[in-house]
């Protein structure tokens, strides 16, 4: 059995050499089956790349334990007032089947207002005598005029 | 006080501060992608219990990035806050975690590019992380490789240093790590495989200057 190495007594590994990265990837159980088969006959006979695979062991514990700190309190107020005051919905408004309802009332509402103006306008002006004084202001003829020119008799010295 | 649990619908008591309330136990057993999908909702239980699952996590990461623990503090928060505020752009098709460490990465790195120098400060090893059972001369010895490994580690350029923390401490899969810190799979090998190689030679040269 090889015996357990420290990280000082590990043998120095050329860090370019391809079977560095096989074995890297081997302790994180990434490599595909044919390679890893490769590589476990390659490590029987290999005590340089053997002892390479145990140091990266006991770094990967090292480098593991050292991941301990916590924040020390919650985050989620400071959050959530940076945030505001509550969480925002992050759905977009369109997908919920309720989504569309304000729009369409809204649509709906405009249209019949709209029909009932137009309707009240043209019932109006069907109604409207064309000579009345409120509307002889657009008329051809100005209130109380007779003639049907547009210029007045007197201007012209019919008077 | 009471409020409605999320997943049950039924009425629960809590009493104390209303930051204190606990999470339902069911909620802690839900997915990630069930949590956002609650608050997005607007389940105030649900943000609580992402933000519990994460802050710590995303804390060590960018503490190991950054070097210093209150600008790691201030990073993490920035996190989890354009997480939420941006969960409109995360799709379901990928981990949760894998985008917030996405996040949590650009946002070291960029933290990291606005120094003047990328001076990294290690952490100082807290006799805490130490097993209290061991004996003094044990107790100094795993204390000084702690030291060790931090220094080294803090060495490491940080892309491969990304890469190394999030295999180690995530345990992530290289396809994970390759899509958080945008990368192909065969790069995260190369870059984890030289990471180490470094930190072993690096942790070698410390202990023999000890």
Redesign the interface.
């Known amino acids: 059995m090889t015996p357990r190495m420290t990280i000082m007594e590990t043998p120095n590994m050329n860090t370019d050499c391809p079977r560095s990265a096989d074995l890297s990837a081997y302790l994180d159980g990434e490599l595909p089956a044919p390679a890893r088969a490769a590589l476990e006959t390659h490590l029987r006979g290999c005590g340089v790349c053997d002892e390479h695979l145990v140091a990266l062991t006991g770094l990967r514990r090292g480098v593991t334990a050292l991941g301990q700190e916590t924040v020390g309190f919650d985050l989620a107020p400071r959050l959530r007032q940076r945030l505001g005051a509550t969480p925002a919905p992050a759905l977009p408004w369109w997908p919920r089947p309720w989504g569309w309802l304000p729009l369409s009332f809204a649509a709906t509402a405009t249209v019949v207002i709209g029909v009932f103006l137009g309707s009240q306008l043209v019932r109006t002006t069907g109604t409207t005598d064309s000579s009345a004084p409120a509307m002889a202001l657009f008329d051809p003829i100005p209130p109380g005029g007779i003639c049907l020119s547009a210029r007045p008799c007197h201007l012209q010295g019919k008077s | 006080m009471q409020g409605i649990n999320a997943v049950s619908g039924t009425a629960s008591i809590w009493i104390g501060a209303p930051?204190c309330r606990p999470v339902s136990p069911s909620m802690r057993e839900l997915p990630d992608h069930e949590c956002v999908a609650l608050?997005?909702?607007?389940n105030?239980d649900a943000?609580?219990e992402l933000?519990?699952r994460y802050?710590?996590r995303v804390?060590?990461f960018i503490?190991?990035m950054v070097g210093s623990?209150e600008e790691a503090?201030e990073l993490?928060?920035d996190t989890?806050?354009k997480a939420?505020?941006n969960?409109?752009q995360w799709r379901p098709e990928a981990l949760f975690r894998t985008w917030l460490f996405q996040i949590a990465s650009n946002t070291a790195i960029d933290s990291l590019r606005r120094r003047k120098h990328m001076e990294y400060l290690p952490?100082d090893v807290?006799d805490?992380?130490v097993d209290p059972g061991a004996g003094p001369e044990r107790l100094l010895q795993l204390s000084q490789?702690?030291r060790n490994?931090?220094e080294a580690?803090a060495k490491l350029p940080h892309d491969f240093r990304q890469a190394?923390l999030l295999?180690?401490?995530e345990d992530m899969?290289?396809s994970e790590i390759a899509l958080a810190l945008g990368i192909n799979e065969g790069t995260v090998?190369?870059r984890?495989?030289?990471a180490?190689?470094?930190?072993?030679?690096l942790?070698?040269q410390n202990?023999?200057t000890a």
Do not use: H
């Open positions: 930051w608050y997005q909702r607007g105030r943000f609580e933000v519990r802050q710590d804390y060590r503490l190991r623990r503090l993490t928060q989890l806050l939420f505020q969960l409109r952490i807290n805490e992380l490789r702690c490994l931090e580690l190394l295999r180690e401490f899969p290289y090998k190369s984890l495989a030289r180490r190689a470094m930190l072993l030679a942790c070698r202990e023999g």
